[in-house]
């Protein structure tokens, strides 16, 4: 990359083995629809490169051919219209227009009509989080954790050798099997997300208050990145994560692996509440290395902090506080911020709750 | 020269005969009878229940009015042709407008009716967990009018957020209109109010955003 | 048959610009040329502003993390940059700056039908402007210039002053319509009929149908998205019970027309600038207007296709998608026929033909790319990506601006008096053509490569295409610059302009540079078409 | 354009109410008169977002807006039509007295159009003291559950669509009442006559669109079920 000197990637967001450095390599055809689409995306790009020679070939040729001579004018052609040439240069487009119609609206509504024997998945849009269940599977959640470390802690990170998949608790959003299709059923919580995965070729709008569903069926394995395209506010460039395709005898060991969120043995419940953090999504909204306050209050020190609410009153965040702002978060806010938090009932257990208190604690 | 204009590009002999029309009185009072008598057949409409006709029967009798409002009042019926063509053209964009948008929400219905969408809010209404209205919206307000309507009943509850806590999310939900039923009622007041810490918490997402299998 | 009228008989007048002095006789005067002068400055100076703004965000994106912005600068630079350019640069530039300015000259009128109003029209601009900048101070807007629901219903910061500034500004709009439709109607010369008026007039009138028709929608969408924002109303806003997709609809009813507000009057430039300097009968003089009309009809049919996935039905994505393909042939039609009045022409490389060159590049690409985002499933994977960023600035940049630009080299002399220097236009031309393709062609292969709109951070694998569109930003930045300095200097160094210093025969040439007051001394008459240079030629004049 | 020019665009005989830009006051007339037409297309337009507003509005929740109609006064709403259509006719009356030269009759009718416009907007007011008074309020200040008003569903959006339909049509009965007071001193000092009156016939053209838009109004916010 020629210019990457000029500043070397500082936030590999997603960072799977199948992205590179290669600007051309983000873009395989990895579902049955995404095949089918690159066909008429090439059809197109032959009719539209066609088009532009004519076009530009004829203007260039022209302007070469009738530039005006060093002294006065050439007698130009006192030519005004000619009904057949412009018939035909309007009926030829009709023509290809047409075409181009029905080849994208047979693509557009084959994407609409899911096989019967689809998985169902339920993809729920948050402010900058995407929640994704499978009524199929109970209990199996995933989200996209937009925990990026700050550009900092990657420096240090990196200088230390460290930077790897351990440091981030880094869970695939979205975990598919080839061969089988998948229906998913978009909703969101606060404002209009759209859920994009570029290489399914895929995108639908999550509307809030309304349901939007969509089809695809992953022909190729590997990781593969997933963004927000509809803009939601400040964190909407964090709100990506990555989609999963494995075999479709892996998938539900794939699933539930990814779905789990447990202490491990030996492993401390402050650094399991680090996990828990992290995998809420948390630092998207608190900074928790620096008393800056981002959409949400700084979390460093907050154990035992005493805050003032917008009503006026004052409160210690103490456990009980900590557990109602994760449960109800919209219940006391601190004073000079907005009801934004999403509620994480249903997501955390008291288990995960316990942790994360003991996680904040360490917070100093 | 001052006697020679142009209209379109075209000559008009006369100018002082353009658009120049005076129409007898006695028209102007036959329109308005007919207005006021077209006023009264709406309002008597509204009381004979015609089911799914009312609207369009209603919506037919306010363009016969606007009819006649336009061609005798506004003098469309004697106007420049083009004047027409703008109000007629006009009133084509709105159709445009209107049949396009109601197209789109008709045809949304599919996944509506699939995902219940709507049944979805009913069932929600009917558990009490209905999208909030009004007042209900403002936290401090509705407790303040709470307040002032419970009178002496709500101390108990005050500050109390214990249950807010161990109910969680769904509780948030509940204050919605169910609640404010049991406003209505003289007896269900305290209980009612009740819910007032509930009250106080703006849930940002309203109810019905969680998918009916989700949780 | 007079080419110059002779105007021997009468005593020499001063120019519109010396006619009366001081401050006051500007600010409260109704001649449509000083109007169009003042509004030429105004949008001139909001396009510098929203440019300033557009080389801040490409400069950030030209590392994958955060530089000098953080992710709420980045949004509300955006958001500015969006709405500053369409609200208060592009949709007034070429209609109240030069249409202003140009229409009763090419229709050989004294002035607008509604002086005042016309003078109205600006203060309400100037107005809403103000709202705008107020903006900035009151804690500025993240929402994009599209104001999607519920974003915009919930966030902070001066989003109600937003939305009621451009409930203003499209009073100024439709203000400026109705006055233009009318003046076409009924303020020609005697023998000027429709089919002997310049195009730039036939794209003007379609413009102004649109404003008319189009303008009161968005009003009526604005009102009430800052009716739900104080009240609460409850009818795009979910969490009210509202329909956030119905925003939507209201939206694009207004704003696709509005995007064709934006080109139809570059088009017009584009049919003046190559008839003018290849001295050629514009080819296909009745498709050419005719399809203006069929524009502008037909783009209030194809809102829809901004909302392929954004929750619409499928059935009405599908009606969408057949009516957007419809309106691609007249667009065809136009560039075909301008391509075709270069045949047999004799081309002069002055700078407005440059740009009237350039355009049809761009434009044609611009257009082009469309037919990607009009075939359904394919927007599916290009909606709300970069390929669609790169897309309408094609158009609107590539095709509104090159041709304003252009129209503005080619009526500099009659609007100013000065002559600019062609040496310095042909350098300023060549860094904007360079410079806008190196920024938005490689964004058609960022889109498509996936890297979505509206993100101040990207994954690593972008950087590389990202970089060059940085850098091409910045070339672009240094033609426009260029082009403002030379553009400047000749008002004080240029050589004084002719009457009719391109020899071109519509009537706005049949008056001195700059005109007297009253636009003409004798009302012209019409007996034949603006394009007749052949015959002109053919009659001995030479050049 | 091959042109010819003659004639002297001076005028002799120059009337006094014709601008410098038109030749003749039938131009004039003309163009004021499409002007106003083409404004009222841009009203038309607007009042159409808020009536599809409305229908939507209705389609999502039929149930709700049946039984918040039921809340607003029928006889004020029938009142308040018969008043503005008798307006009308008599603006219109105005205009035929402009027309004939028939000061007198011209003012006296303006004065009867102000004088149902005021009624109207008296009535309005007591409509919308009412509302208020039981918290029939749009939007987020819909309070009427705590006044003991028990409505289904989502009302507050029905009140909101009540108070913004109404609301900017009695903005734009309170324009028109300034127009016509203004048009009444013209009047008074004798500007009007056969010869010009386009500045009459233009704000009777305005007043019976607000008619038109009321006509509307009162069967979908009333009385429909």
């Given at each position: 990359?020629?210019?990457?000197?000029?500043?070397?990637?500082?936030?590999?967001?997603?960072?799977?083995?199948?992205?590179?450095?290669?600007?051309?390599?983000?873009?395989?055809?990895?579902?049955?629809?995404?095949?089918?689409?690159?066909?008429?995306?090439?059809?197109?790009?032959?009719?539209?490169?066609?088009?532009?020679?004519?076009?530009?070939?004829?203007?260039?040729?022209?302007?070469?051919?009738?530039?005006?001579?060093?002294?006065?004018?050439?007698?130009?052609?006192?030519?005004?219209?000619?009904?057949?040439?412009?018939?035909?240069?309007?009926?030829?487009?009709?023509?290809?227009?047409?075409?181009?119609?029905?080849?994208?609206?047979?693509?557009?509504?084959?994407?609409?009509?899911?096989?019967?024997?689809?998985?169902?998945?339920?993809?729920?849009?948050?402010?900058?989080?995407?929640?994704?269940?499978?009524?199929?599977?109970?209990?199996?959640?995933?989200?996209?954790?937009?925990?990026?470390?700050?550009?900092?802690?990657?420096?240090?990170?990196?200088?230390?050798?460290?930077?790897?998949?351990?440091?981030?608790?880094?869970?695939?959003?979205?975990?598919?099997?080839?061969?089988?299709?998948?229906?998913?059923?978009?909703?969101?919580?606060?404002?209009?997300?759209?859920?994009?995965?570029?290489?399914?070729?895929?995108?639908?709008?999550?509307?809030?208050?309304?349901?939007?569903?969509?089809?695809?069926?992953?022909?190729?394995?590997?990781?593969?990145?997933?963004?927000?395209?509809?803009?939601?506010?400040?964190?909407?460039?964090?709100?990506?994560?990555?989609?999963?395709?494995?075999?479709?005898?892996?998938?539900?060991?794939?699933?539930?692996?990814?779905?789990?969120?447990?202490?491990?043995?030996?492993?401390?419940?402050?650094?399991?509440?680090?996990?828990?953090?992290?995998?809420?999504?948390?630092?998207?909204?608190?900074?928790?290395?620096?008393?800056?306050?981002?959409?949400?209050?700084?979390?460093?020190?907050?154990?035992?902090?005493?805050?003032?609410?917008?009503?006026?009153?004052?409160?210690?965040?103490?456990?009980?506080?900590?557990?109602?702002?994760?449960?109800?978060?919209?219940?006391?806010?601190?004073?000079?911020?907005?009801?934004?938090?999403?509620?994480?009932?249903?997501?955390?257990?008291?288990?995960?709750?316990?942790?994360?208190?003991?996680?904040?604690?360490?917070?100093? | 020269?001052?006697?020679?204009?142009?209209?379109?590009?075209?000559?008009?002999?006369?100018?002082?005969?353009?658009?120049?029309?005076?129409?007898?009185?006695?028209?102007?009072?036959?329109?308005?009878?007919?207005?006021?008598?077209?006023?009264?057949?709406?309002?008597?409409?509204?009381?004979?229940?015609?089911?799914?006709?009312?609207?369009?029967?209603?919506?037919?009798?306010?363009?016969?009015?606007?009819?006649?409002?336009?061609?005798?009042?506004?003098?469309?019926?004697?106007?420049?042709?083009?004047?027409?063509?703008?109000?007629?053209?006009?009133?084509?964009?709105?159709?445009?407008?209107?049949?396009?948008?109601?197209?789109?929400?008709?045809?949304?219905?599919?996944?509506?009716?699939?995902?219940?969408?709507?049944?979805?809010?009913?069932?929600?209404?009917?558990?009490?967990?209905?999208?909030?209205?009004?007042?209900?919206?403002?936290?401090?307000?509705?407790?303040?009018?709470?307040?002032?309507?419970?009178?002496?009943?709500?101390?108990?509850?005050?500050?109390?957020?214990?249950?807010?806590?161990?109910?969680?999310?769904?509780?948030?939900?509940?204050?919605?209109?169910?609640?404010?039923?049991?406003?209505?009622?003289?007896?269900?007041?305290?209980?009612?109010h009740g819910d007032a810490p509930a009250g106080e918490h703006e849930a940002k997402a309203p109810a019905n955003h969680e998918a009916p299998g989700g949780h | 048959m007079a080419h110059h009228p002779a105007h021997a008989d009468h005593a020499p007048e001063p120019d519109y610009i010396r006619a009366k002095k001081g401050i006051m006789s500007w600010l409260v005067t109704v001649d449509h040329k000083r109007l169009g002068l003042m509004y030429l400055a105004s949008v001139l100076f909001f396009f510098l502003v929203a440019g300033i703004l557009a080389i801040a965000l490409r400069t950030e994106l030209f590392t994958p993390g955060q530089d000098f912005m953080s992710a709420q600068t980045y949004n509300k630079v955006f958001t500015l940059h969006g709405a500053i350019m369409v609200f208060l640069f592009i949709i007034p530039s070429v209609p109240a700056a030069m249409g202003n300015f140009l229409l009763p000259l090419m229709l050989g009128a004294k002035d607008v039908a509604f002086p005042k109003l016309n003078l109205l029209?600006?203060?309400?601009?100037?107005?809403?402007?103000?709202?705008?900048?107020?903006?900035?101070?009151?804690?500025?807007?993240?929402?994009?210039?599209?104001?999607?629901?519920?974003?915009?219903?919930?966030?902070?910061?001066?989003?109600?002053?937003?939305?009621?500034?451009?409930?203003?500004?499209?009073?100024?709009?439709?203000?400026?319509?109705?006055?233009?439709?009318?003046?076409?109607?009924?303020?020609?010369?005697?023998?000027?009929?429709?089919?002997?008026?310049?195009?730039?007039?036939?794209?003007?009138?379609?413009?102004?149908?649109?404003?008319?028709?189009?303008?009161?929608?968005?009003?009526?969408?604005?009102?009430?998205?800052?009716?739900?924002?104080?009240?609460?109303?409850?009818?795009?806003?979910?969490?009210?019970?509202?329909?956030?997709?119905?925003?939507?609809?209201?939206?694009?009813?207004?704003?696709?027309?509005?995007?064709?507000?934006?080109?139809?009057?570059?088009?017009?430039?584009?049919?003046?600038?190559?008839?003018?300097?290849?001295?050629?009968?514009?080819?296909?003089?009745?498709?050419?207007?005719?399809?203006?009309?069929?524009?502008?009809?037909?783009?209030?049919?194809?809102?829809?296709?901004?909302?392929?996935?954004?929750?619409?039905?499928?059935?009405?994505?599908?009606?969408?998608?057949?009516?957007?393909?419809?309106?691609?042939?007249?667009?065809?039609?136009?560039?075909?026929?301008?391509?075709?009045?270069?045949?047999?022409?004799?081309?002069?490389?002055?700078?407005?033909?440059?740009?009237?060159?350039?355009?049809?590049?761009?434009?044609?690409?611009?257009?082009?790319?469309?037919?990607?985002?009009?075939?359904?499933?394919?927007?599916?994977?290009?909606?709300?990506?970069?390929?669609?960023?790169?897309?309408?600035?094609?158009?609107?940049?590539?095709?509104?601006?090159?041709?304003?630009?252009?129209?503005?080299?080619?009526?500099?002399?009659?609007?100013?008096?000065?002559?600019?220097?062609?040496?310095?236009?042909?350098?300023?031309?060549?860094?904007?053509?360079?410079?806008?393709?190196?920024?938005?062609?490689?964004?058609?292969?960022?889109?498509?490569?996936?890297?979505?709109?509206?993100?101040?951070?990207?994954?690593?694998?972008?950087?590389?295409?990202?970089?060059?569109?940085?850098?091409?930003?910045?070339?672009?930045?240094?033609?426009?610059?260029?082009?403002?300095?030379?553009?400047?200097?000749?008002?004080?160094?240029?050589?004084?302009?002719?009457?009719?210093?391109?020899?071109?025969?519509?009537?706005?040439?049949?008056?001195?540079?700059?005109?007297?007051?009253?636009?003409?001394?004798?009302?012209?008459?019409?007996?034949?078409?603006?394009?007749?240079?052949?015959?002109?030629?053919?009659?001995?004049?030479?050049? | 354009?091959?042109?010819?020019?003659?004639?002297?665009?001076?005028?002799?005989?120059?009337?006094?109410?014709?601008?410098?830009?038109?030749?003749?006051?039938?131009?004039?007339?003309?163009?004021?008169?499409?002007?106003?037409?083409?404004?009222?297309?841009?009203?038309?337009?607007?009042?159409?977002?808020?009536?599809?507003?409305?229908?939507?509005?209705?389609?999502?929740?039929?149930?709700?807006?049946?039984?918040?109609?039921?809340?607003?006064?029928?006889?004020?709403?029938?009142?308040?039509?018969?008043?503005?259509?008798?307006?009308?006719?008599?603006?219109?009356?105005?205009?035929?007295?402009?027309?004939?030269?028939?000061?007198?009759?011209?003012?006296?009718?303006?004065?009867?159009?102000?004088?149902?416009?005021?009624?109207?907007?008296?009535?309005?007011?007591?409509?919308?003291?009412?509302?208020?008074?039981?918290?029939?309020?749009?939007?987020?200040?819909?309070?009427?559950?705590?006044?003991?008003?028990?409505?289904?569903?989502?009302?507050?959006?029905?009140?909101?669509?009540?108070?913004?339909?109404?609301?900017?049509?009695?903005?734009?009965?309170?324009?028109?009442?300034?127009?016509?007071?203004?048009?009444?001193?013209?009047?008074?000092?004798?500007?009007?006559?056969?010869?010009?009156?386009?500045?009459?016939?233009?704000?009777?053209?305005?007043?019976?669109?607000?008619?038109?838009?009321?006509?509307?109004?009162?069967?979908?916010?009333?009385?429909?079920?």
């Amino acid at each position: 990359m020629i210019l990457g000197l000029f500043g070397a990637p500082k936030a590999d967001m997603v960072g799977t083995e199948q992205m590179s450095a290669d600007p051309w390599a983000l873009l395989p055809a990895a579902s049955t629809n995404a095949q089918a689409i690159d066909t008429l995306y090439v059809f197109i790009t032959a009719l539209c490169g066609i088009s532009m020679l004519g076009v530009v070939g004829a203007q260039v040729y022209f302007m070469w051919k009738y530039k005006k001579p060093a002294n006065g004018h050439r007698k130009t052609s006192p030519i005004t219209h000619n009904g057949r040439l412009e018939f035909i240069w309007s009926a030829i487009p009709a023509l290809f227009m047409i075409v181009l119609f029905a080849w994208g609206e047979i693509g557009f509504v084959e994407q609409f009509s899911p096989p019967p024997d689809a998985i169902n998945v339920r993809v729920t849009g948050q402010k900058w989080d995407w929640t994704v269940e499978y009524p199929d599977y109970p209990g199996a959640v995933l989200s996209s954790s937009s925990a990026v470390p700050t550009e900092e802690q990657q420096k240090q990170l990196q200088a230390a050798g460290e930077w790897g998949e351990d440091i981030i608790d880094r869970k695939p959003t979205l975990i598919v099997p080839t061969g089988v299709p998948v229906r998913l059923t978009l909703t969101s919580k606060d404002v209009i997300h759209s859920f994009y995965i570029p290489v399914f070729r895929l995108k639908r709008d999550a509307v809030p208050g309304r349901y939007t569903t969509y089809w695809f069926e992953a022909t190729q394995e590997g990781e593969f990145p997933l963004f927000c395209a509809e803009y939601c506010g400040d964190e909407h460039s964090s709100m990506i994560g990555y989609v999963k395709v494995v075999s479709a005898e892996q998938f539900e060991v794939e699933l539930k692996e990814a779905t789990k969120l447990e202490q491990k043995d030996a492993e401390s419940l402050a650094d399991f509440g680090k996990r828990v953090f992290d995998r809420g999504g948390c630092k998207t909204c608190h900074n928790i290395d620096n008393d800056e306050a981002k959409t949400g209050p700084s979390l460093k020190g907050i154990w035992g902090r005493s805050e003032q609410l917008t009503d006026g009153s004052t409160i210690t965040a103490d456990d009980n506080y900590i557990r109602e702002s994760v449960l109800d978060p919209n219940a006391k806010i601190v004073s000079g911020f907005s009801p934004q938090m999403p509620s994480f009932a249903g997501r955390f257990n008291d288990e995960h709750i316990t942790a994360l208190i003991e996680y904040l604690k360490t917070l100093k | 020269m001052g006697s020679q204009v142009y209209v379109n590009g075209k000559e008009i002999e006369n100018p002082h005969e353009f658009h120049h029309h005076v129409a007898p009185k006695k028209q102007y009072v036959q329109v308005l009878g007919a207005l006021l008598v077209l006023t009264v057949l709406t309002v008597a409409v509204s009381y004979a229940d015609l089911g799914p006709l009312s609207l369009p029967v209603a919506m037919l009798v306010a363009a016969v009015k606007a009819s006649l409002v336009c061609a005798f009042f506004m003098h469309l019926k004697d106007d420049d042709r083009f004047n027409v063509f703008v109000f007629v053209g006009t009133l084509l964009f709105v159709a445009i407008f209107f049949s396009f948008t109601l197209f789109d929400l008709g045809a949304r219905n599919a996944v509506n009716d699939e995902q219940k969408t709507f049944e979805y809010w009913n069932d929600e209404a009917a558990a009490g967990n209905a999208l909030k209205v009004g007042v209900d919206h403002v936290p401090e307000k509705a407790a303040a009018l709470k307040a002032a309507h419970a009178g002496g009943h709500g101390d108990g509850h005050g500050g109390d957020h214990g249950d807010a806590k161990a109910e969680g999310h769904g509780d948030a939900k509940a204050e919605g209109h169910g609640d404010a039923k049991a406003e209505g009622h003289g007896d269900a007041k305290a209980e009612g109010h009740g819910d007032a810490p509930a009250g106080e918490h703006e849930a940002k997402a309203p109810a019905n955003h969680e998918a009916p299998g989700g949780h | 048959m007079a080419h110059h009228p002779a105007h021997a008989d009468h005593a020499p007048e001063p120019d519109y610009i010396r006619a009366k002095k001081g401050i006051m006789s500007w600010l409260v005067t109704v001649d449509h040329k000083r109007l169009g002068l003042m509004y030429l400055a105004s949008v001139l100076f909001f396009f510098l502003v929203a440019g300033i703004l557009a080389i801040a965000l490409r400069t950030e994106l030209f590392t994958p993390g955060q530089d000098f912005m953080s992710a709420q600068t980045y949004n509300k630079v955006f958001t500015l940059h969006g709405a500053i350019m369409v609200f208060l640069f592009i949709i007034p530039s070429v209609p109240a700056a030069m249409g202003n300015f140009l229409l009763p000259l090419m229709l050989g009128a004294k002035d607008v039908a509604f002086p005042k109003l016309n003078l109205l029209s600006f203060y309400v601009f100037s107005v809403a402007a103000i709202m705008f900048i107020s903006t900035l101070v009151m804690g500025s807007i993240d929402t994009g210039w599209t104001f999607y629901t519920p974003y915009s219903t919930a966030t902070g910061g001066a989003a109600t002053m937003a939305v009621f500034a451009v409930f203003v500004a499209g009073f100024s709009s439709i203000l400026t319509g109705v006055n233009f439709v009318v003046t076409v109607h009924r303020m020609r010369a005697p023998g000027q009929t429709w089919d002997r008026l310049p195009l730039f007039v036939w794209a003007i009138y379609a413009t102004a149908v649109i404003q008319v028709l189009a303008t009161p929608v968005l009003a009526i969408t604005v009102l009430l998205l800052g009716l739900e924002r104080i009240f609460g109303v409850g009818i795009f806003d979910p969490a009210l019970g509202g329909d956030p997709v119905l925003f939507q609809h209201f939206f694009w009813f207004y704003s696709h027309p509005a995007v064709y507000i934006m080109i139809l009057p570059g088009f017009g430039i584009i049919s003046e600038l190559l008839t003018v300097h290849s001295r050629k009968h514009i080819f296909g003089y009745k498709a050419i207007a005719l399809s203006s009309v069929a524009i502008a009809i037909i783009s209030f049919l194809v809102w829809g296709h901004h909302m392929f996935v954004s929750g619409q039905s499928e059935l009405a994505g599908i009606v969408f998608s057949f009516l957007t393909f419809a309106v691609a042939v007249p667009t065809a039609i136009k560039v075909f026929s301008w391509v075709a009045t270069l045949y047999k022409g004799s081309i002069s490389y002055t700078t407005p033909m440059w740009y009237g060159l350039m355009f049809l590049w761009t434009f044609t690409i611009g257009g082009l790319t469309g037919l990607y985002l009009g075939t359904l499933s394919i927007d599916v994977h290009l909606h709300d990506t970069y390929f669609v960023v790169a897309h309408f600035h094609y158009v609107m940049v590539g095709g509104t601006v090159v041709a304003f630009i252009g129209g503005l080299h080619h009526w500099w002399g009659k609007m100013t008096g000065k002559m600019y220097n062609e040496k310095a236009g042909a350098i300023g031309a060549l860094l904007v053509f360079v410079g806008f393709n190196g920024t938005f062609l490689t964004q058609f292969f960022l889109g498509h490569q996936g890297m979505p709109r509206r993100y101040y951070a990207y994954l690593s694998e972008y950087q590389f295409l990202h970089q060059i569109s940085t850098i091409g930003s910045w070339i672009l930045a240094a033609g426009l610059l260029w082009t403002m300095i030379y553009l400047l200097h000749s008002l004080w160094y240029g050589e004084k302009a002719t009457g009719n210093y391109w020899n071109a025969t519509s009537l706005e040439w049949h008056t001195q540079s700059p005109p007297i007051e009253h636009n003409f001394h004798d009302t012209p008459h019409v007996t034949g078409s603006p394009y007749d240079f052949p015959e002109i030629d053919k009659s001995g004049a030479t050049h | 354009m091959s042109t010819t020019s003659h004639g002297s665009g001076q005028h002799e005989e120059y009337p006094p109410y014709l601008a410098h830009h038109f030749d003749t006051m039938g131009q004039q007339a003309g163009a004021a008169k499409l002007g106003m037409w083409l404004f009222l297309a841009t009203e038309i337009l607007m009042f159409s977002g808020l009536f599809l507003a409305y229908f939507i509005i209705r389609y999502f929740y039929p149930d709700m807006m049946l039984s918040a109609h039921e809340f607003l006064q029928k006889e004020a709403g029938a009142l308040n039509t018969v008043v503005l259509l008798i307006s009308s006719y008599t603006m219109a009356m105005a205009v035929r007295a402009a027309q004939t030269s028939n000061t007198p009759s011209l003012k006296r009718n303006l004065l009867w159009t102000l004088l149902c416009a005021g009624i109207f907007m008296v009535v309005k007011y007591f409509e919308y003291s009412a509302k208020i008074e039981h918290g029939m309020l749009p939007g987020r200040f819909y309070e009427a559950h705590y006044h003991g008003y028990e409505l289904v569903g989502l009302p507050h959006i029905f009140f909101a669509v009540y108070f913004t339909m109404t609301g900017l049509h009695g903005v734009h009965v309170l324009v028109g009442m300034g127009i016509i007071t203004w048009i009444y001193i013209r009047a008074s000092r004798g500007d009007f006559h056969s010869g010009n009156y386009i500045a009459v016939e233009n704000t009777g053209l305005y007043w019976h669109l607000v008619d038109l838009i009321w006509i509307f109004l009162f069967p979908l916010l009333y009385l429909v079920r």
